[in-house]
């Protein structure tokens, strides 16, 4: 499944933010989860999302494969509606998560990541014979 540089690539990526969303969440849980739990708890959320990601990306096959593709899917759909809600509504959201304002706090790549991710699984999808 990982045979192309994009697949590599996308394999590197989401292994980093599995492992930064998790230590970020971590951190943010431990110290002041009263502050801002729903935000602190959707970075963890974000985290679970990753990290199943890489697995699935790294394990390939069939069930690697529908584990990728629905962890691209659950992240675009967090991506999209957490970030509107966290522009619409800041009260809800007195501190950043992993997809708050689209991702704007790492670079966009959290809005961008899913739909390189959704397209790669597209495009490298078994051929039926």
Not at 26 to 47: D, N
Not at 95 to 100: F, G
Request: with cysteine.
């Amino acid at each position: 499944m990982l045979r192309s540089g994009l697949g590599r690539v996308l394999l590197f990526v989401y292994g980093l933010f599995a492992v930064s969303a998790t230590g970020r969440a971590s951190v943010q849980i431990i110290t002041k989860f009263s502050e801002a739990p729903v935000a602190y708890l959707l970075s963890a959320l974000a985290a679970v999302v990753y990290i199943a990601a890489t697995v699935g990306l790294a394990r390939g096959g069939p069930r690697g494969r529908a584990i990728a593709l629905t962890s691209c899917s659950i992240e675009l759909a967090g991506v999209l509606i957490v970030g509107t809600l966290s522009l619409s509504d800041k009260a809800a959201f007195p501190d950043a998560t992993v997809w708050s304002r689209y991702g704007s706090g790492y670079g966009y790549v959290p809005l961008v990541l899913p739909m390189i991710g959704l397209w790669w699984l597209w495009h490298n999808r078994p051929r039926r014979a």
